[in-house]
């Protein structure tokens, strides 16, 4: 099957317009918005649909943005990249990034144009090679920068539209895009305003659990809720993860999964206090970085016991993976699990293991305060995270002088647990 004349066409009328706004230093400007449009109508038959990329539906071909975490002030950079055995020589993009994104350039494309349109922000990116793109390696470098008053959250950069994806004679037929997030730490608390719901971003390790909570915000006046979420079919969501809903179904339709959620209480819900949650079961194949989503996709009802709270909206989650499954070695990290009166697992917290001190980070400081601890009959201002970051050992059940010189060991080794 030979490449068609007309999308060889489009893509050149597209990158001479491309090349031609960033010649005039025009790219955010209407003109530059217009030579986009018009080269883009030149083939409207060309324009290609892609499915998002998920561990339970992976495809041979794939074309990936990768995320990475910042802090408020970090200039960023979202590399592009293919996986194709090595056959791509051409794509043409518009990636939609979150506007609390500042950018700033691409690098290793032929041609880009960033521009605004109904509020939000896209980059549009030409690239070819006269030999192939090789699997793995950068295709461009999208460079952002984080603002100096950033809030602690996921910021996304996600594919918006992929019109040519391609080896030098054909389209690919079967392939997948997946989106970055960039995690800030470090800056300032996300602040929700009006009437909301939040799915809460959470961190896990795969094989492991991992809790989306579910939270109001709405002056403390939410009495009764009835929406439908819908979760990546990667995650495994059993009967037995869903906590503090009244009434819940789980179910599967055309592939993608669901689950519908029901809830009320005589008084009110406290913003900011989980009115459910779900504790998800991440694939043991889960990479480091990888990202699953989980979303509102109805809000039925979010109201008090006589109306509807109005402007009510709502926020998504994802699941961030920190470390892959090693059944039979130590990750550098461990799952706290929250668990509610009767047992059930309502919150999830991945730290550090051995962070005794619960900073964040686990060195000799750690194994210090450890034995300070055991020498004053257990006693002392030691939260429950802190507690069990510190028991190296998974067998173990309590700390003790073996953890301080496990983490000493750790410190003395170069930073690497014993295997």
Same mark, same amino acid.
């Given at each position: 099957?030979?490449?068609?004349?007309?999308?060889?066409?489009?893509?050149?009328?597209?990158?001479?317009?491309?090349?031609?706004?960033?010649?005039?230093?025009?790219?955010?400007?209407?003109?530059?918005?217009?030579?986009?449009?018009?080269?883009?109508?030149?083939?409207?038959?060309?324009?290609?649909?892609?499915?998002?990329?998920?561990?339970?539906?992976?495809?041979?071909?794939?074309?990936?943005?990768?995320?990475?975490?910042?802090?408020?002030?970090?200039?960023?950079?979202?590399?592009?990249?293919?996986?194709?055995?090595?056959?791509?020589?051409?794509?043409?993009?518009?990636?939609?990034?979150?506007?609390?994104?500042?950018?700033?350039?691409?690098? /290793?494309?032929?041609? %880009?144009?960033? +521009? #605004? @349109?109904?509020?939000?922000?896209? &980059? *549009?990116?030409? =690239? $070819? !090679?006269?030999?192939?793109?090789?699997?793995?390696?950068?295709?461009?470098?999208?460079?952002?920068?984080?603002?100096?008053?950033?809030?602690?959250?996921?910021?996304?950069?996600?594919?918006?539209?992929?019109?040519?994806?391609?080896?030098?004679?054909?389209?690919?037929?079967?392939?997948?895009?997946?989106?970055?997030?960039?995690?800030?730490?470090?800056?300032?608390?996300?602040?929700?305003?009006?009437?909301?719901?939040?799915?809460?971003?959470?961190?896990?390790?795969?094989?492991?659990?991992?809790?989306?909570?579910?939270?109001?915000?709405?002056?403390?006046?939410?009495?009764?809720?009835?929406?439908?979420?819908?979760?990546?079919?990667?995650?495994?969501?059993?009967?037995?993860?869903?906590? /503090?809903?009244?009434? %819940?179904?789980? +179910? #599967? @339709?055309?592939?993608?999964?669901? &689950? *519908?959620?029901? =809830? $009320? !209480?005589?008084?009110?819900?406290?913003?900011?206090?989980?009115?459910?949650?779900?504790?998800?079961?991440?694939?043991?194949?889960?990479?480091?970085?990888?990202?699953?989503?989980?979303?509102?996709?109805?809000?039925?009802?979010?109201?008090?016991?006589?109306?509807?709270?109005?402007?009510?909206?709502?926020?998504?989650?994802?699941?961030?993976?920190?470390?892959?499954?090693?059944?039979?070695?130590?990750?550098?990290?461990?799952?706290?699990?929250?668990?509610?009166?009767?047992?059930?697992?309502?919150?999830?917290?991945?730290?550090?293991?051995?962070?005794?001190?619960?900073?964040?980070?686990?060195?000799?400081?750690?194994?210090?305060?450890?034995?300070?601890?055991?020498?004053?009959?257990?006693? /002392?201002?030691?939260?429950?995270?802190?507690?069990?970051?510190?028991?190296?050992?998974?067998?173990?059940?309590?700390?003790?002088?073996?953890?301080?010189?496990?983490?000493?060991?750790?410190?003395?080794?170069?930073?690497?647990?014993?295997?």
């Amino acid at each position: 099957m030979k490449k068609n004349n007309k999308m060889v066409k489009f893509t050149a009328i597209l990158a001479t317009a491309l090349m031609a706004v960033s010649a005039t230093g025009i790219s955010t400007s209407a003109q530059g918005v217009k030579q986009m449009e018009a080269a883009k109508t030149a083939d409207s038959a060309a324009q290609k649909s892609f499915k998002k990329y998920s561990k339970a539906n992976e495809t041979a071909n794939l074309i990936a943005l990768e995320g990475t975490a910042a802090k408020p002030g970090d200039e960023i950079s979202i590399p592009m990249t293919t996986f194709t055995g090595d056959t791509c020589t051409c794509y043409n993009v518009v990636i939609e990034y979150d506007s609390r994104l500042e950018f700033e350039s691409v690098l /290793g494309s032929q041609a %880009f144009c960033d +521009f #605004e @349109q109904n509020g939000m922000k896209y &980059v *549009s990116i030409v =690239g $070819y !090679t006269p030999n192939v793109y090789k699997d793995g390696e950068a295709v461009a470098t999208i460079n952002f920068k984080v603002p100096e008053n950033a809030e602690n959250d996921n910021y996304y950069v996600n594919f918006n539209e992929i019109t040519s994806f391609s080896t030098n004679d054909a389209d690919y037929d079967d392939y997948a895009a997946k989106d970055a997030i960039v995690t800030v730490t470090g800056g300032t608390d996300k602040i929700i305003k009006g009437n909301c719901v939040q799915l809460k971003n959470v961190t896990g390790i795969a094989g492991d659990s991992a809790v989306v909570q579910v939270v109001p915000f709405s002056n403390n006046e939410c009495s009764c809720y009835d929406m439908l979420i819908e979760y990546d079919p990667a995650l495994l969501l059993e009967e037995g993860g869903v906590s /503090g809903a009244n009434s %819940f179904t789980i +179910f #599967e @339709q055309d592939g993608r999964c669901f &689950v *519908s959620l029901v =809830g $009320y !209480t005589s008084g009110s819900y406290t913003d900011g206090t989980p009115m459910a949650t779900l504790n998800f079961t991440l694939p043991d194949d889960a990479m480091p970085g990888d990202t699953f989503n989980v979303s509102v996709a109805q809000l039925t009802n979010f109201a008090t016991a006589t109306e509807e709270l109005p402007g009510a909206t709502y926020s998504n989650a994802i699941i961030s993976v920190a470390a892959a499954y090693t059944p039979n070695g130590l990750t550098d990290y461990k799952t706290f699990k929250k668990l509610s009166a009767s047992g059930e697992v309502i919150g999830t917290t991945v730290g550090k293991r051995g962070d005794f001190n619960y900073d964040s980070d686990t060195n000799v400081r750690d194994a210090a305060a450890i034995a300070k601890y055991i020498a004053k009959g257990r006693k /002392g201002n030691v939260t429950p995270e802190g507690l069990f970051f510190g028991i190296v050992d998974d067998k173990n059940t309590s700390i003790s002088v073996r953890d301080a010189a496990a983490i000493a060991s750790f410190v003395a080794r170069g930073r690497v647990w014993n295997k």
